[in-house]
């Protein structure tokens, strides 16, 4: 080392100069262009970006059981010290939600023969594929994490993705064995969505901030605080109905939503693999779509589940997912 | 002199400890910690090593690496390629720009001196992607970023100058 320090030292100062000058413009202007590139979206960028997902996931993943197990074992510690209050509130809780799940039951048999009667079409069919969260928002000026599935498990662009509270985001790429997922908070981010129980439509608009904005709602509709906010599913994105925050600002020209999700703890998500043509995916990500069974990555009972909030997701699975939840929450 | 094999791979590793660590303390930076609010304004560990580096060993930082580093953090981070690279390149032309000085300058004058030069490269950044996305992005958590990367700065030097002791003698 010291041999090539003292060549660089050797040079006359000028050139030495001048060779730095010229590295720094070079490499300056590189970065530019591949600014331009990543900005154009070019499939050669995503393509890179894919692969250092997929290259990095083991790693990160590997990274992430120790983090988990630590969190975990302070977490059961803090819990140990108050399981005879938990236990009680529970119990209550269990009760309430049983006579929710009769009621959605219920509804559900009502909704089915009135369906019927009116003929409309079925929801379509709904899978979801359990994830768990192995790369964490990278910093300040992006909203979005990486999670271990990818294309084998049967993630593709633009699926949904769920906590047991509510929506957390979409497919934005998807690699073999990793997928980053857009936060509804990223200001990248645009979901079409329904508000309050008059179901006015509106587009939320992340940007960067916690509380993401609601835009394009027509000038006449009253929006209120505490209204809900649930994906309409237009554009067939994403089912309709997923439930994603309540309004909690609402001022001229700035109505801001809080979304469910408990951005501290995202540890998995679901994605929802919704079997309609959706207009945000690319015709490669329809083959990959089409192959092989669901695949559990990590058990679903280890979502992290608000069962009141997953109960009054529409597809018909909701039922037996508010049931998983309350299992896991009386145990 | 003549080395031998393994002496020259010794060395080559050795002298490959600052890139390898800084990239290792990006994916570091990127495992989910579970503590709230901390994922947005995770210290940029990048800055502070390219930084450090730069000023300390910038034989073994070459202009190639701190382009390298940057797409590294991008492409990890999720956030729009070609930003940490130019930001890690302003910083690392500055440092170099003024090596003379820093060669007699205090621990506590080389961490002023990184609280001014880390709000540039922050600034870059946030005018950069402001530009991209046509948008003011909104700058609470990057100014939260620069100040938790501020207060780490000494930790993380602890650790460079004790791999520096260890590695590279």
């Known amino acids: 080392m010291s041999k090539r320090s003292g060549n660089a030292l050797g040079l006359a100062t000028p050139i030495r100069a001048w060779a730095q000058r010229s590295a720094f413009v070079f490499f300056f202007a590189l970065a530019i262009v591949l600014l331009v590139l990543g900005r154009a979206s070019t499939p050669a960028v ?25 969190s975990d074992a302070i977490v059961s510690g803090r819990e ?19 006579q929710w799940r009769a009621a959605a039951q219920r509804l559900e048999d009502e909704n089915r023969m009135l369906r019927e009667l009116n003929e409309l079409t079925i929801e379509p069919r709904t899978r979801y594929i359990t994830a768990r969260v192995i790369g ?19 993630v593709a662009k633009g699926q949904a993705a769920l906590t047991g509270r509510g929506l957390a985001g979409r497919v934005a790429e998807t690699g073999r064995r990793a997928a980053r997922i857009l936060l509804v908070t990223d200001m990248n981010s645009r979901v079409p969505v ?32 505490g209204d809900r906010v649930v994906t309409s599913g237009h554009g067939g994105a994403f089912p309709s109905g997923l439930p994603i925050g309540v309004v909690t600002d609402v001022r001229e020209n700035d109505v801001r939503v809080e979304p469910y999700v408990d951005w501290s703890h995202l ?23 089409g192959g092989g069974l669901p695949r559990q990555v990590t058990p679903s009972a280890a979502i992290s589940g608000d069962a009141a909030a997953s109960a009054t997701g529409e597809s018909s699975g909701a039922v037996i997912q508010a049931d998983g939840a309350v299992s896991e929450q009386a145990q | ?12 590793a050795r002298s490959m400890f600052p890139v390898t660590a800084t990239l290792l303390l990006i ?5 989910p910690l579970r503590i709230p609010e901390l994922a947005p304004i995770i210290p940029s560990l990048s800055l502070i090593a390219v930084y450090y580096w730069t000023i300390h060993r910038p034989d073994l930082m070459p202009i190639w690496a701190v382009f390298v580093i940057g797409v590294a953090q991008d492409l990890l981070s999720g956030s729009m390629l070609g930003v940490a690279s130019i930001a890690l390149l302003v910083v690392r032309h500055l440092v170099i720009s003024q090596a003379r000085f820093f060669t007699s300058a205090s621990f506590v004058v080389i961490w002023s001196i990184f ?9 870059v950044m946030w005018i950069l992607t402001s530009l991209l996305t046509a948008t003011l992005v909104e700058h609470s958590s990057a100014t939260f970023q620069y100040l938790m990367t501020l207060a780490v700065y000494p930790g993380f030097t602890w650790l460079f100058v004790h791999g520096q002791r260890l590695f590279l003698r």
């Open chain 2, 115 to 123: 609280a001014l030069v880390a709000f540039l490269a922050f600034f």
């Open chain 2, 1 to 12: 002199m003549k080395f031998s094999l393994w002496q020259r791979l010794d060395a080559i």
């Open chain 1, 46 to 70: 995503e393509r890179v970006r894919t692969a250092v997902n997929d290259a990095i996931a083991p790693v990160l993943e590997l990274a992430t059981s120790p983090v988990a197990t630590v």
């Open chain 2, 27 to 31: 994916m570091a930076s990127m495992v």
């Open chain 1, 80 to 98: 140990l010290m108050e399981v005879r209050a938990t236990n009680e509130a529970l119990r209550q809780e269990n009760e309430r939600l049983l």
């Open chain 1, 136 to 154: 964490d928002q990278g910093g300040a000026f992006v909203r979005s994490v990486l999670v271990s599935a990818g294309a084998r498990d049967g």
């Open chain 1, 267 to 289: 540890e998995f998500l679901r994605l929802v693999d919704y079997e309609l043509p959706r207009i945000l995916s690319s015709p490669e990500d329809g083959l990959v779509k």
């Open chain 1, 194 to 225: 329904l508000v309050g129980n008059a179901r006015d439509r509106a587009v939320l608009a992340g940007d960067n901030s916690p509380n993401p904005e609601l835009l394009y709602f027509s000038p006449g509709v009253q929006i209120r605080v």
